[in-house]
């Protein structure tokens, strides 16, 4: 029986020494998604810039992929009318300089507003907390939410 040229000839794995194929040996555009193992692209095998806004699934992103996010409890206690206070929450993640966003508790008393001021300190969260309600307002802990950008 003659023997098969194109079996004999075939490269297999066990005849390719280790590193033989690369960049210069491979064709430019042969390279396929179902040529790559699962897993095997990895943030440390991407080039800096290479993933944009157009390659990031829309609603595939939860605060903590932008940021620090979490929660914090605030007790400002007694606010008087037309006033602010300002107080500063431990919160993990926070940096000096950091965009910040607030998301108040859904029973905040009504005329009361907060918002975030730059934080300064690493892991302070400064907030400043006022009253519009037109009376003093006595302002109890309450749980809000942050993300830290």
């Not at 095997?40 to 829309?58: N, Q, W, Y």
């Not at 907390?129 to 950008?149: E, H, M, Q, R």
């Amino acid at each position: 029986m003659a023997s098969n040229k194109l079996d004999d000839n075939a490269v297999t794995l066990g005849k390719l020494a280790d590193a033989a194929v690369n960049s210069a040996k491979t064709l430019d555009d042969s390279i396929n998604t179902a040529d790559l193992k699962n897993g095997s692209v990895t943030k440390d095998k991407l080039a800096a810039d290479s993933v944009t806004t157009d390659a990031v699934k829309d609603g595939s992103l939860n605060p903590a992929d932008l940021g620090a996010a979490g929660t914090f409890t605030l007790s400002p206690g007694t606010i008087t009318n037309a006033a602010c206070v300002d107080q500063i929450v431990d919160v993990s993640g926070v940096a000096a300089g950091d965009r910040l966003l607030l998301t108040a508790p859904a029973d905040l008393e009504p005329g009361v507003v907060a918002m975030p001021l730059t934080p300064t300190v690493a892991g302070k969260l400064p907030v400043r907390v006022c009253n519009f309600a037109g009376t003093d307002v006595n302002a109890g802990p309450k749980t809000w939410s942050y993300l830290a950008i």
